[in-house]
């Protein structure tokens, strides 16, 4: 059973930082693509960053320079380090890996605010 746990989300003050992790069990994690997802209200869900197997990046123009994301193949958990934030970047954060289907993570939220 593929199972993918998030957190580190919360309310931050614009300029601050967070950090997401999903731990992920049930697929080979080291074989995985995988990616951060975001869906702010009304608003469509959109890729933030996405990582490959083999540790290439892409980034979604609106955090490049400002986040990024790493996996940690021996933890089989992927992160998003999450810099200068401003309320733009408030939303429900997903994780999504990519194995026999996409999996899904439930979502953990992220508030910018003052």
């Known amino acids: 059973q593929v199972q993918l746990v998030e957190s580190g989300g919360g309310l931050v003050q614009p300029g601050g930082s967070l950090r997401l992790s999903c731990a992920v069990s049930g697929i080979t994690f080291s074989l995985s693509n995988m990616g951060w997802y975001r869906q702010a209200p009304g608003k469509q869900r959109e890729l933030v960053a996405f990582?490959?197997?083999?540790?290439?990046?892409n980034y979604a123009q609106s955090v490049k320079d400002r986040f990024t994301i790493s996996r940690d193949n021996v933890k089989n958990t992927m992160y998003l380090q999450m810099n200068s934030l401003n309320p733009e970047d408030t939303a429900v954060y997903y994780c999504k890996v990519d194995w026999s289907r996409p999996y899904w993570g439930q979502g953990t939220q992220v508030t910018v605010s003052s």
């Open positions: 990582i490959t197997s083999s540790g290439g990046t």
